[in-house]
């Protein structure tokens, strides 16, 4: 390794958050994600959110600065990621199969108007994509957060935030980009 894979790295992650802030029609999808984050919050609902692996990271990440606190000491927001209870997530994978986990998760705590936000860099991951189809059965807004050509939760989630890109770990440094602009921005307008 050298300065210079070191630089080129770094120029790709730039060149992938460059295009976001040129792609309008993202732009815009982030706006409604916001939008969509605040009203379930004022209303007194919850922001649940769904990923394996790193994107699972992405989510307990994005979902504990809304229930902690992002920049502003003020009082909690409901938001939790549906893999943190490994005890149920392991007996569910067990007998019931890996496929349903995050469904399951979503018909117990999810209800009409509360937000699911579904992270998979493909869109295609299919507990994720079960999640999504039990969140639209209840009424939920559904919100996923994937690559560029946003794959089966293109076609299934309310708003998509598809990250121009198609390189996993350029597409998750995005995730994390966009959950913190989505994290001030619904503080500002709740707590300011």
Known sequence: MNKNFINTRIQESIATKERIMT???LLK??????????TTFEKGGKVLFCGNGGSAADAQHISAE??????????????????????YLTAVGNDYGYDIVFERMVQAMGREGDVLVAISTSGNSPNIVKAVEAANKIGMITIGMTGSKGGKLKE???IILNVPSD??????????????????????????
């Open 23 to 25: 792609n309008e029609p």
């Open 29 to 38: 999808s982030i706006e409604k994600a916001a939008q969509a984050w605040k």
């Open 66 to 87: 809304l229930s902690g606190r992002f920049y502003k000491d003020r009082k909690p927001l409901f938001a939790e990621a549906l893999h943190v209870n490994s005890s």
């Open 156 to 158: 299934i989630c309310d």
């Open 167 to 192: 390189d996993t770990p350029r597409i998750q440094e995005s995730h994390i980009l966009v959950g913190h602009i989505l994290c001030e921005w619904v503080e500002l307008a709740l707590f300011e």
